[in-house]
Nanobody
Framework: QVQLVESGGGLVQAGGSLRLSCAAS????????MGWFRQAPGKEREFVAA????????YYADSVKGRFTISRDNAKNTVYLQMNSLKPEDTAVYYC???????????????????WGQGTQVTVSS
């Protein structure tokens, strides 16, 4: 069992930056692919970014490519999402998730992820 706790959300003006963190419990964190998803009011949960167990492979949604960076520190059991050049359309609850299945390709489907955090609100004002 893995428990995930997100932090770092808040209110920021358009063009600003935020860094989200996701702290994980459990000794097997370093073997999981970790992902970030987001859900805006009235919309479905969507993929944002993911990183494989070693940090050597990352994948981003087109909407955030070039603005967001996912990284991880396995020694600290933590995954990060650095968000720059934020836009009002980035406003959502951001969720951290863990995929315990070893896959050839990183999954962008929320159903592939086994463990989820409670979410952290990110609000970008125009």
């Amino acid at each position: 069992q893995v428990q995930l706790v997100e932090s770092g959300g808040g209110l920021v003006q358009a063009g600003g930056s935020l860094r989200l963190s996701c702290a994980a419990s459990g000794r097997t964190f370093s073997s999981y692919t970790m992902g970030w998803f987001r859900q805006a009011p009235g919309k479905e949960r969507e993929f944002v970014a993911a990183i494989n167990w070693s940090g050597g492979r990352t994948y981003y949604a087109d909407s955030v490519k070039g603005r967001f960076t996912i990284s991880r520190d396995n020694a600290k059991n933590t995954v990060y999402l650095q968000m720059n050049s934020l836009k009002p359309e980035d406003t959502a609850v951001y969720y951290c998730a863990a995929d315990e299945t070893t896959r050839t390709l990183i999954s962008t489907l929320w159903g592939a992820y086994d463990y989820w955090g409670q979410g952290t609100q990110v609000t970008v004002s125009s």
